[in-house]
């Protein structure tokens, strides 16, 4: 493991963000589908319906999450996406029995928009903090962190729903509160505009930086 990365405090709260998220985001898709198919009763195609909202959003929200991450810097456009992550996860725990449609769809909206701005911000800090020689590397980190948070996430919220089968809300509200550690990793990643490390610039392109030109 080349040091640059083991060291780096930056890619660190970009891996930890991206293990909170997915476990959020994942954790929430079962739980929920769990929800609608074991107490509303709807069968896979009405689930898959209701939770439509979310995906269309992880479509459109990539592109506009790449913009915002130019004009807004990492750290900002991460909050944002957590945020909306959290609002998503929160709005979901409020499921009964008598949720519309549209408060299903508003809950998966939100938690589409939020993951895919965590998403591309963490995953462009991480990959753009490493020098090319060790990008392979970091892409690996980026595909654990992914692989590790949804394990966690549905093993939480599957043990949390036998607490008390057929309500949403404890596994949930667990859930947000693992995203909301996400946003206080958020707070590490780099503030400004460029969010791009001194290790893919050349010897030039940093001289010039120090020297303003």
């Given at each position: 493991?080349?040091l640059e990365?083991?060291?780096?405090?930056?890619?660190?709260?970009?891996?930890?963000?991206?293990?909170?998220?997915?476990?959020?985001m994942?954790?929430?898709?079962?739980?929920?589908?769990?929800?609608?198919?074991?107490t509303?009763?709807?069968?896979?195609?009405?689930?898959?319906?209701?939770?439509?909202?979310?995906?269309?959003m992880?479509?459109?929200?990539?592109?506009?999450?790449?913009?915002?991450?130019?004009?807004?810097?990492?750290?900002?456009?991460?909050?944002?996406?957590?945020?909306?992550?959290?609002?998503?996860?929160?709005?979901?725990?409020?499921?009964?029995?008598?949720?519309?449609?549209?408060s299903?769809?508003?809950?998966?909206?939100?938690?589409g928009?939020?993951?895919?701005?965590?998403?591309?911000?963490a995953?462009?800090?991480?990959?753009?903090?490493?020098?090319?020689?060790s990008?392979g590397?970091?892409?690996?980190?980026?595909?654990?962190?992914?692989?590790?948070?949804?394990?966690?996430?549905?093993?939480?919220?599957?043990?949390?729903?036998?607490?008390?089968?057929?309500?949403?809300?404890?596994?949930?509200?667990?859930l947000?509160?693992?995203?909301?550690?996400g946003?206080?990793?958020?707070l590490?990643?780099?503030?400004?505009?460029?969010?791009?490390?001194?290790?893919?610039?050349?010897?030039?392109?940093?001289?010039?930086?120090?020297?303003?030109?």
């Amino acid at each position: 493991m080349p040091l640059e990365l083991l060291g780096s405090a930056t890619v660190g709260a970009a891996l930890g963000i991206l293990v909170a998220a997915s476990a959020a985001m994942f954790g929430t898709l079962f739980t929920a589908s769990y929800f609608l198919q074991g107490t509303l009763r709807l069968d896979p195609l009405e689930t898959g319906v209701r939770a439509l909202p979310g995906g269309v959003m992880m479509v459109l929200g990539a592109p506009v999450a790449a913009v915002l991450l130019r004009r807004l810097g990492a750290r900002a456009t991460t909050l944002t996406g957590t945020l909306l992550l959290t609002g998503g996860v929160l709005l979901l725990a409020r499921l009964d029995t008598a949720s519309t449609a549209v408060s299903v769809g508003a809950g998966f909206l939100l938690l589409g928009a939020g993951f895919a701005t965590v998403m591309v911000t963490a995953t462009a800090v991480v990959v753009r903090q490493a020098s090319a020689g060790s990008a392979g590397v970091a892409g690996g980190l980026q595909q654990t962190a992914m692989n590790i948070g949804p394990v966690l996430g549905i093993a939480a919220a599957a043990t949390l729903l036998t607490v008390k089968p057929g309500s949403p809300g404890l596994p949930l509200l667990t859930l947000a509160a693992i995203c909301t550690a996400g946003t206080l990793l958020a707070l590490r990643l780099p503030g400004h505009k460029n969010t791009v490390g001194t290790a893919h610039r050349s010897p030039d392109d940093t001289a010039s930086a120090r020297t303003g030109r």
